[in-house]
């Protein structure tokens, strides 16, 4: 048989296998529908444990690689929760008859948060000088709005935001109001001033990016700011989702952001700096292609193309910032001091140092 002709058969089996998945997606949609009007649970891990397995089994039978069945039934298994999450979360209609504020809403964690409110029946509104992608209503000042919508979001860069909450304070909404930064102690005067001002308010830190469709296995940290109703008001918002919900302190947050957030950007932006320093273009290290190069170099490639804005102000204003970075510049000391020595036996007991902090298995 001529390649063309071996090519046409590929393409037939293609097309059956979008048409299978298709019919997939539609008996998940009826399975979603089940799940809601029966108050079933959107994920169910056992399920998915067995699901997998048995894909696992049938490749082996078929002389199919079976890591190669798993990726393949695990993209369609989140392709399934995410059409399954989104439906319950519109089937609340929560905001049904209500109105919210995004303030920054042009940029993208403030239209993820614009879009996420209006699945839930909120009528959205829009604040910010930039002129949004979205479809939402738009004023360029928020102070122009009269604030009487039942949820006002700050989604401001961090600077802006501390300034945001202050000019609030002074005009005294009775929404639920919340800012989403990913720093909190630069917010301590504004979130106060709320407070005194008997505002129903609370800080809340979604962690993941503004690209994200499935929430499970994602989480939203919570920082009650002194009015704990407010607070359970904002965690409500994610009660159809299967997002992990966490409450911590507003100092906790900031000292434990500085490493999550701060030292792993740090890391990045090293490793990129480093790279455009050394004279050796990306396409021909590329090349060579070592697991831990190209998962580190995807990794950077992201945080390169991010908001520089932002990734500053994380550096920057966060009082618990300098500690970390202090410990990579000894980290990476150390790390010189041991092979300009030749130190074996010290960098095998820092490897296992690091092994046993992680919580690893010798190799």
Known sequence: MSLDKLRKRLSTVDRELISLIAR??????????????????????????????????????????????EQIMRALIRSSLTHQERTRVAAENSGAGKEALIIGGAGKMGGWMAEFLASQGFEVQIADSEESKLSFSRIPDWQDSDLQQEIIVVAAPIKATANILQGLAKRRPSGLVFDVSSLKTPLKKGLKALVKAGCRVTSIHPMFGPDTRLLSGRHVIFVDVGVPAATEE??????????????????????LIAYVLGLSHALNLAFFTALAGSGELVPHLRRLSSTTFDAQLDVASRVATDNPQLYFEIQTLNEYGKAPLEALREATGRIQELVETNDEEGFVALMEAGRAYLDLPDS
């Open 234 to 255: 904002a965690r409500a918002l994610f009660g159809s989702t299967m997002v992990e919900l966490i409450s911590m302190g507003l100092a906790e947050h900031d000292r």
């Open 24 to 69: 997939r997606q539609k008996i998940v949609a009826e399975i979603g529908v089940h799940k809601i009007s029966t108050g079933t649970a959107t994920r169910d891990y056992a399920r998915e444990r067995d699901v997998l397995e048995a894909t696992r089994q049938q490749a082996q039978a078929l002389g199919l690689e079976p890591d190669v069945a």
